[in-house]
Nanobody, 125 residues
């Protein structure tokens, strides 16, 4: 079964940090563009970050650049999103995604084909 399973969401105070994990099964992440999206209440889904499958190039949305880091552990077949200096406007359901292609389209995986189930991140004091 081809799937991505996310973990690591939760509630954190402004300025805090969280790390999201996304484990793949049934396929390998190592040669694919991978990334994260989010959807805040009442808003559409937006791309957050992308890591290309070959050269390891990373791209980020302007709203998270310098605060979020996307990475991949090929041995564990798992991708991560390290989120630092969190703000209330980062509150959203976060989804991991993987493409059949190796390159990013801006800061999202090109034509993402695999999706995680989503994990809630709430930034609140």
């Amino acid at each position: 079964q081809l799937q991505l399973v996310e973990s690591g969401g939760g509630v954190v105070q402004p300025g805090g940090s969280l790390r999201l994990s996304c484990a793949a099964s049934g396929f390998t992440l190592s040669n694919k563009a991978i990334g994260w999206f989010r959807q805040a209440p009442g808003k559409g889904r937006e791309g957050v970050s992308c890591l290309s499958g070959t050269e390891g190039v990373t791209n980020y949305a302007g709203s998270v650049k310098g605060r979020f880091t996307v990475s991949r552990d090929n041995a564990k077949n798992t991708m991560y999103l390290q989120m630092n200096s969190l703000k209330p406007e980062d509150t959203a359901v976060y989804y991991c995604a993987a493409s059949l292609f190796y390159y990013c389209s801006g800061y999202v995986p090109r034509d993402a084909s695999y999706w995680g189930q989503g994990t809630q991140v709430t930034v609140s004091s």
